[in-house]
């Protein structure tokens, strides 16, 4: 149930009345604008009379939501979520990228990745150190030694670090990362997501490699419901009938979202397509489309890597994709 307070409620007011929803058993999300002050309940509303509510003389309008995701809801908090990590932020109109290479192989390689990538205008820097593979005789990260490869790269570059976690026993080792991916494998296991709703870090959440946008909301919901709202969700495709590449990317997610929730939404291109020569052109469209920032594959030598190397751009292909995306952001007044 969304309550909006009329103009001229106190704090002292609305603190007061915050407290008599909390005292009956409701979480209460408060979303303060400009001119509006909004009041979320959470819980089982189904009982309450909307018009007994509307009585209060501080309430203005009272409505039920339909949607099953409250915190994540626009009706919940109409204005979009800004996103900070470090000094870049997602959700605030700017297109930040994220880059680097699937999977920390060496030291080396990681701090090599990290200077191309931010030279040519990469926020953040992605790398694997925990690895979900389908197979399980493939590379599955240098685990704790590529967190700490990851971290001589921040100190390197002073880039923040974006990278996944696979199970809450791995969280010890995070201390120094930035942002915690949850991956599509990981999309639905709430366990996971109710923990890290305790953490405070930014959560960058990847769509589920068969999840309907609604059930990426769900997820979603878990992590702010846990009381962390610094969620950014993460389109990567979807599997479909058909296999001319990795996954089917829907970048139609980019205005739905934007219309039916105040959280960032980022673009993959790389896991989408699975193909190197695609990758700029779903990374255009994705612009295009008004996302609010891309996470690509980034490798010095894409041959020989270790992991998903066939959909990895060399540092010079991403340098040249990252002199075009810009342009195509100024279509929409934006900036990369």
């Known amino acids: 149930m969304i309550i909006t307070l009329k103009h001229g409620t106190s704090d002292q007011q609305m603190n007061e009345f915050i407290d008599s929803w909390k005292q009956k058993g409701f979480?209460?999300?408060?979303?303060?604008?400009?001119?509006?002050?909004?009041?979320?309940?959470?819980?089982?509303?189904?009982?309450?009379d909307t018009e007994m509510v509307s009585?209060?003389?501080?309430v203005d309008t009272v409505q039920r939501v339909s949607a099953p995701y409250k915190m994540a809801s626009?009706?919940?908090?109409?204005?979009?979520?800004?996103?900070?990590?470090?000094?870049?932020?997602?959700?605030?109109?700017?297109?930040p990228v994220i880059a680097g290479p699937c999977s920390v192989e060496t030291e080396e390689q990681v701090i090599s990745i990290a200077k191309d990538v931010k030279a040519a205008g990469a926020?953040?820097?992605?790398?694997?150190?925990?690895k979900p593979r389908?197979?399980?005789?493939?590379?599955?990260?240098?685990?704790?030694k590529g967190l700490q490869f990851l971290v001589s790269a921040k100190k390197e570059t002073g880039l923040p670090i974006v990278t996944e976690l696979m199970d809450i026993r791995q969280l010890k080792y995070f201390d120094d990362v930035d942002v915690i991916q949850i991956g599509a494998r990981n999309m639905q296991n709430f366990d996971l997501l109710k923990e890290m709703g305790k953490t405070g870090k930014p959560i960058l959440l990847k769509r589920?490699?068969?999840?309907?946008?609604?059930?990426l909301l769900m997820s979603a919901e878990y992590i702010m419901a846990s009381g962390n709202e610094n969620v950014i969700l993460c389109e990567r495709g979807v599997r479909t009938f058909d296999n001319y590449t990795r996954n089917c990317l829907d970048v139609s997610i980019v205005?739905?979202?934007?219309?039916?929730?105040?959280?960032?939404?980022?673009?993959?291109?790389?896991?989408?397509?699975?193909?190197?020569?695609?990758?700029?052109?779903?990374?255009?469209?994705?612009?295009?489309?008004?996302?609010?920032?891309?996470?690509?594959?980034?490798?010095?030598?894409?041959?020989?890597?270790?992991?998903?190397?066939?959909?990895?751009?060399?540092?010079?292909?991403?340098?040249?994709?990252?002199?075009?995306?810009?342009?195509?952001?100024?279509?929409?007044?934006?900036?990369v």
């Open 27 to 48: 979480g209460v999300h408060v979303s303060k604008g400009e001119n509006l002050t909004i009041l979320g309940l959470l819980g089982d509303t189904s009982s309450l």
């Open 208 to 215: 589920g490699m068969a999840a309907t946008v609604k059930e």
């Open 255 to 335: 205005p739905y979202l934007h219309k039916v929730s105040h959280l960032p939404i980022i673009i993959d291109p790389s896991h989408a397509c699975g193909q190197r020569w695609m990758v700029p052109e779903l990374a255009k469209a994705a612009v295009a489309c008004n996302t609010d920032g891309l996470i690509i594959e980034v490798h010095n030598n894409p041959e020989k890597a270790l992991c998903d190397g066939e959909q990895s751009l060399h540092p010079t292909e991403f340098a040249q994709l990252m002199k075009v995306l810009p342009q195509i952001a100024a279509i929409n007044g934006r900036n």
């Open 123 to 130: 926020k953040l820097l992605r790398g694997g150190a925990f």
């Open 134 to 144: 389908t197979s399980p005789y493939s590379f599955q990260g240098l685990g704790e």
């Open 74 to 95: 626009r009706t919940f908090h109409p204005e979009n979520s800004v996103i900070k990590v470090g000094n870049t932020s997602f959700g605030n109109g700017e297109i």
């Open 55 to 58: 009585a209060n003389p501080f």
